[in-house]
């Protein structure tokens, strides 16, 4: 979980949503991966699916038997879905995800029986430290945010001032 931990850090400091995966298999990693749908202009640039791609080309193949995947935050459901396809064995999270979590937070993906394939699902590891990490983020965009909405006010102010000192009224 720690290197899924420094991928996410990779997310944070090109200003993408922090979360990091790792596909590990046996005791080797052979793939990590890290949010970028921003940078990226792809909806689809999550952290698993950037690790899951490149663990099948690490692997040519798609599928990942065997292997196990680590993700600072519970994959939501197109992630689960690419999870079940590739055939990883494990998912391992840290954070659990209240909007979008496929991991039973939302929807359990992982529980349907019907499904041809089954993954293990561990879910809470590093929570705390995965979850610190993108609310210290969120709260830095939020802050961020305030600081240019107070700028932008402050100089249509400026401006506002400046237009009624040009063109004063006049009142006979």
Same mark, same amino acid.
């Given at each position: 979980m720690a290197l899924a931990q420094q991928a996410a850090e990779q997310a944070r400091a090109a200003g993408e949503v922090p979360v990091g995966a790792v596909v590990v298999l046996g005791d080797e990693v052979i793939a990590t991966g890290f949010n970028h749908p921003i940078r990226g202009h792809d909806p689809s640039a999550h952290a698993e699916m950037a690790a899951l791609r490149a663990a099948a080309q690490t692997l040519q193949n798609y599928r990942l038997p065997g292997c196990e995947l680590y993700v600072t935050l519970e994959p939501c459901l197109m992630c689960a879905g690419a999870i079940m396809h590739s055939r990883i064995s494990r998912v391992v999270y840290g954070a659990t995800d209240p909007k979008t979590g496929a991991c039973g937070s939302v929807v359990d993906m992982f529980a349907n029986v019907q499904l041809n394939h089954h993954t293990t699902v561990t879910g809470g590891v590093l929570a705390d430290e995965c979850g610190h990490a993108l609310k210290n983020f969120f709260a830095? #965009?939020? #802050?961020?945010a305030r600081e240019e909405r107070d700028a932008r006010r402050a100089r249509e102010a400026g401006q506002a001032?400046?237009? &009624?000192?040009?063109?004063?009224?006049?009142? &006979?």
């Amino acid at each position: 979980m720690a290197l899924a931990q420094q991928a996410a850090e990779q997310a944070r400091a090109a200003g993408e949503v922090p979360v990091g995966a790792v596909v590990v298999l046996g005791d080797e990693v052979i793939a990590t991966g890290f949010n970028h749908p921003i940078r990226g202009h792809d909806p689809s640039a999550h952290a698993e699916m950037a690790a899951l791609r490149a663990a099948a080309q690490t692997l040519q193949n798609y599928r990942l038997p065997g292997c196990e995947l680590y993700v600072t935050l519970e994959p939501c459901l197109m992630c689960a879905g690419a999870i079940m396809h590739s055939r990883i064995s494990r998912v391992v999270y840290g954070a659990t995800d209240p909007k979008t979590g496929a991991c039973g937070s939302v929807v359990d993906m992982f529980a349907n029986v019907q499904l041809n394939h089954h993954t293990t699902v561990t879910g809470g590891v590093l929570a705390d430290e995965c979850g610190h990490a993108l609310k210290n983020f969120f709260a830095e #965009r939020r #802050r961020l945010a305030r600081e240019e909405r107070d700028a932008r006010r402050a100089r249509e102010a400026g401006q506002a001032a400046a237009v &009624s000192i040009t063109n004063p009224t006049t009142t &006979s």
